[in-house]
């Protein structure tokens, strides 16, 4: 059910003249300083459980090149459950758009670029079908990307057919997502997205002030930057002790700097927290909720089919055996990094913590030699956690405890 309360009044920015230790404790924040904690905590017990070969260089490198393509995807989650949607598609999709790029590069003989652009065009195709069932004929979006999932699987099936898998032969496409930059891209490209997080934290702290807006306490906003300032410079220098900066680190942490500027600093980003916040008082402020709809299902098809090359490039081929883990762990990175399943709450950054912690715990059993039922156990373990923490502090914040 959607919330009642409308986007002037949604628990993130009704003004209280200030903020206690015991409204930060019930605020979205603190979630994401928990989820930060549990990161850290569990990087350390697989530290000391593996004899120091988790926070070692090549296998925090393997861990970026494998969290890239869910990373990817639950930005997409991100955008979708923003408006209080659910898009069941995103993992299909991106096997779906793989494999059009992939063939036409191989079997057609297309260049990488074009191979690519077709790949998204694809993606902004199977979005725009899920935005019209659900923003304009009105079917739940549960219903219609239930359907699209198993339907896009008999797709990718089709277009790859009579084999399962088809090998990349195009250098550029192969390289997309194991190459790694030079020295002077791998240390500034991190520092500029550093500066340009920092200084839009800043500011729209500093327009919430003047608004009279709820803003976390001055430490907790100076513990956030340092905490990413300290995160990215160790990453930096733990990937050029190895083999540099992977590039597909740099594509990903580029689509949500991107997809966060977007959000928060253009008249679509408020559109669609008010559409997420309260559908009813969105349309009735104006907002045309059709379009808001459409273009997030399109957005996140797109950013699936995105993943999808990144993972086709990692694997130097795409396959039409679709991991159906794929969409669970978007899922689950979105709303571990603290995106509510109601709607209206939520951020682009959450992709970094809720990968990293599901990444992590993946590449952590995998060292340990674990089986893959106590990954998938653990893994549901800490969903069911985080998904727990968010209901009950949602409940609390709009029941005012």
Same mark, same amino acid.
């Given at each position: 059910?959607?919330?009642?309360?409308?986007?002037? &009044?949604?628990?993130?920015?009704?003004?209280?003249?200030?903020?206690?230790?015991?409204?930060?404790?019930?605020?979205?924040?603190?979630?994401?300083?928990?989820?930060? !904690?549990?990161? =850290?905590?569990?990087?350390?017990?697989?530290?000391?459980?593996? &004899?120091?070969?988790?926070?070692?260089?090549? $296998?925090?490198?393997?861990?970026?090149?494998?969290?890239?393509?869910?990373?990817?995807?639950?930005?997409?989650?991100? #955008?979708?459950?923003?408006?209080?949607? =659910?898009?069941?598609?995103?993992?299909?999709?991106?096997?779906?758009?793989?494999?059009?790029?992939?063939?036409?590069?191989?079997?057609?003989?297309?260049?990488?670029? @074009?191979?690519?652009?077709?790949?998204?065009?694809?993606?902004?195709? =199977?979005?725009?079908?899920?935005?019209?069932?659900?923003?304009?004929?009105?079917?739940?979006?549960?219903?219609?990307?239930?359907?699209?999932?198993?339907?896009?699987?008999?797709?990718?099936?089709?277009?790859?057919?009579? &084999?399962?898998?088809?090998?990349?032969?195009?250098?550029? #496409?192969?390289?997309?997502?194991?190459?790694?930059? @030079? !020295?002077?891209?791998?240390?500034?490209?991190?520092?500029?997205?550093?500066?340009?997080?920092?200084?839009?934290?800043?500011?729209?702290?500093?327009?919430?002030?003047?608004?009279?807006?709820?803003?976390? @306490?001055?430490?907790?906003?100076?513990?956030?930057?340092?905490?990413?300032?300290?995160?990215?410079?160790?990453?930096?220098?733990?990937?050029?002790?190895?083999? +540099?900066?992977?590039?597909?680190?740099?594509?990903?942490?580029?689509?949500?700097?991107?997809?966060?500027?977007?959000?928060?600093? *253009?008249?679509?980003?408020?559109?669609?927290?008010?559409?997420?916040?309260?559908?009813?008082?969105?349309?009735?402020?104006?907002?045309?909720?059709?379009?808001?709809?459409?273009?997030?299902?399109? #957005?996140?098809?797109?950013?699936?089919?995105?993943?999808?090359?990144?993972?086709?490039?990692?694997?130097?081929?795409?396959?039409?055996?679709?991991?159906? *883990? !794929?969409?669970?762990?978007? =899922?689950?990175?979105?709303?571990?990094?603290?995106?509510?399943?109601?709607?209206?709450?939520?951020?682009?950054?959450?992709?970094?913590?809720?990968? #990293?912690?599901?990444?992590?715990?993946? $590449?952590?059993?995998?060292?340990?030699?674990?089986?893959?039922?106590?990954?998938?156990?653990?893994?549901?373990?800490?969903?069911?956690?985080?998904?727990?923490? $968010?209901?009950?502090?949602?409940?609390?914040?709009?029941? +005012?405890?």
């Amino acid at each position: 059910m959607k919330s009642l309360i409308t986007p002037a &009044q949604s628990p993130e920015t009704v003004s209280t003249g200030g903020v206690s230790l015991r409204s930060f404790l019930r605020s979205s924040s603190f979630g994401q300083l928990s989820v930060l !904690l549990a990161l =850290i905590v569990i990087s350390l017990f697989f530290q000391i459980t593996s &004899q120091g070969l988790f926070l070692g260089p090549r $296998n925090l490198t393997n861990l970026v090149l494998q969290v890239t393509t869910i990373g990817t995807l639950g930005l997409g989650a991100v #955008l979708v459950l923003l408006i209080g949607e =659910i898009d069941l598609t995103l993992g299909v999709a991106s096997y779906t758009c793989a494999s059009v790029g992939a063939l036409l590069s191989v079997q057609y003989g297309w260049p990488a670029v @074009p191979a690519i652009l077709a790949a998204l065009a694809t993606g902004a195709i =199977i979005g725009l079908i899920n935005g019209f069932f659900v923003a304009v004929l009105r079917v739940p979006s549960f219903i219609v990307t239930l359907a699209g999932l198993l339907a896009y699987q008999g797709v990718v099936i089709h277009i790859l057919f009579p &084999q399962t898998s088809l090998i990349i032969n195009d250098p550029t #496409l192969a390289n997309i997502a194991t190459n790694y930059l @030079p !020295l002077s891209l791998g240390l500034g490209l991190p520092m500029v997205v550093v500066v340009l997080y920092v200084v839009g934290v800043i500011v729209t702290r500093i327009r919430r002030e003047r608004k009279g807006l709820v803003v976390p @306490p001055a430490w907790v906003t100076g513990l956030r930057i340092g905490a990413i300032v300290v995160v990215v410079i160790g990453a930096v220098a733990i990937f050029e002790a190895y083999l +540099g900066v992977p590039q597909s680190a740099v594509i990903l942490l580029g689509l949500i700097l991107l997809f966060w500027l977007i959000l928060r600093f *253009t008249s679509f980003g408020r559109h669609v927290y008010a559409v997420g916040g309260n559908v009813e008082a969105a349309r009735r402020a104006g907002i045309s909720v059709t379009r808001v709809r459409i273009l997030v299902f399109v #957005l996140a098809s797109m950013l699936a089919s995105i993943g999808g090359v990144l993972q086709a490039s990692r694997l130097d081929s795409a396959t039409s055996e679709v991991d159906q *883990t !794929l969409l669970l762990n978007a =899922i689950a990175v979105a709303v571990v990094g603290g995106v509510s399943l109601f709607g209206g709450i939520g951020s682009a950054w959450a992709v970094v913590l809720g990968a #990293l912690l599901i990444g992590s715990l993946s $590449n952590g059993l995998s060292l340990l030699n674990q089986n893959p039922d106590v990954t998938y156990f653990v893994e549901g373990a800490v969903l069911l956690v985080a998904v727990t923490i $968010n209901a009950l502090a949602r409940r609390r914040v709009s029941n +005012g405890v």
